[in-house]
């Protein structure tokens, strides 16, 4: 059984020091914490108002939990946040047991809300995020109180003949070049800050993917429609993974509590190409979603 890792000790070190200068971005003051898990120890950068209802963070493929930055303060002021590196990817987590199947990939994230103490949450998806985000939803319901899916990869759509080409030769082929490109391709020609680039460069250059590893699908109609939790999916109409307008006329006509908003003149990576357009939305969807019920103690002691 394949397990996704750093080709050598000095790559993984290289690469940590580059996520520590990239977490000086982080506008809260932020806990960096490894769980354990069956699937190995997963890390969880927390922050955040310590008495907020948890927000779950999964990042693109790639980035790290670093990647919602710009969203940390808006949503850290009324909410506990968890951002999560996710396991088999690129970032600090410490994979010993391979994933290869969509309910592992859930199996994985249970694990890591029951290693956290959190029963149940909204969460907050970019990109491979986003399709990890869903799949929890459709395997684990009872554990998503709300699910903000932004550009989530496959899930709504198939990926584009191109995108997928793309996609599967970077895995394959690790190309720090290809970075700086491939991020202008999915920000619209606008790159992030020049310490999340270098970030991502040393994590291609270092990181080695399991080939089996779990892999963006589009869920079937079943799946979609089932997801009852308020959602909302974000998109930029300059999408290149799939066809945005397409993707949102699914999603409107088949998920019963969803909104769908496709924003003009952004690309893939929404929150990190235009945060300003993209928290507003974030904040108000994730301040709408109702807090679980709290039963008070003396009602308890009535039914007993």
Not at 58 to 77: T, V
Not at 183 to 189: D, I, N, R, T
Not at 227 to 245: K, Q
Request: hydrophobic share 45%.
């Amino acid at each position: 059984m394949g397990l996704s890792h750093w080709k050598d000790p000095d790559s993984r070190v290289a690469y940590e020091r580059a996520y520590n200068a990239s977490l000086s971005l982080w506008p809260l003051p932020v806990e960096s914490r490894h769980v354990t898990t069956i699937y190995g120890d997963t890390h969880v950068l927390v922050s955040g108002a310590a008495d907020g209802e948890p927000v779950v963070l999964i990042h693109a493929a790639s980035l790290s939990a670093i990647q919602w930055y710009p969203q940390a303060s808006d949503l850290g002021r009324t909410h506990r946040l968890y951002a999560l590196d996710i396991m088999g990817d690129i970032g600090l987590s410490r994979q010993t047991a391979a994933i290869h199947s969509r309910e592992g990939a859930a199996e994985w994230l249970v694990a890591t809300l029951d290693a956290l103490e959190i029963d149940l949450a909204i969460f907050v998806g970019s990109s491979f995020g986003g399709f990890q985000a869903a799949n929890l939803a459709v395997h684990h319901p009872d554990r998503v109180r709300g699910l903000a899916l932004l550009a989530p990869a496959a899930t709504l759509r198939p990926f584009a003949f191109l995108a997928n080409l793309f996609i599967r030769t970077g895995s394959l082929l690790p190309l720090p070049a290809t970075v700086k490109p491939g991020l202008k391709g999915m920000m619209s020609g606008a790159l992030p800050d020049p310490r999340i680039v270098r970030q991502m460069e040393l994590g291609v250059a270092g990181f080695r993917y399991d080939r089996a590893g779990i892999y963006p699908s589009a869920l079937t109609d079943g799946e979609v429609a089932g997801i009852a939790s308020p959602t909302l999916v974000l998109l930029g109409d300059r999408e290149m993974i799939y066809n945005p307008t397409e993707a949102a006329e699914r999603a409107r006509a088949l998920m019963p509590n969803c909104t769908v908003a496709v924003i003009p003149g952004v690309g893939h990576l929404l929150g990190l190409h235009r945060p300003d357009i993209v928290n507003p939305r974030l904040t108000a969807f994730v301040g709408s979603v109702e807090r679980p019920a709290r039963v008070a103690p003396e009602a308890v002691l009535a039914t007993r």
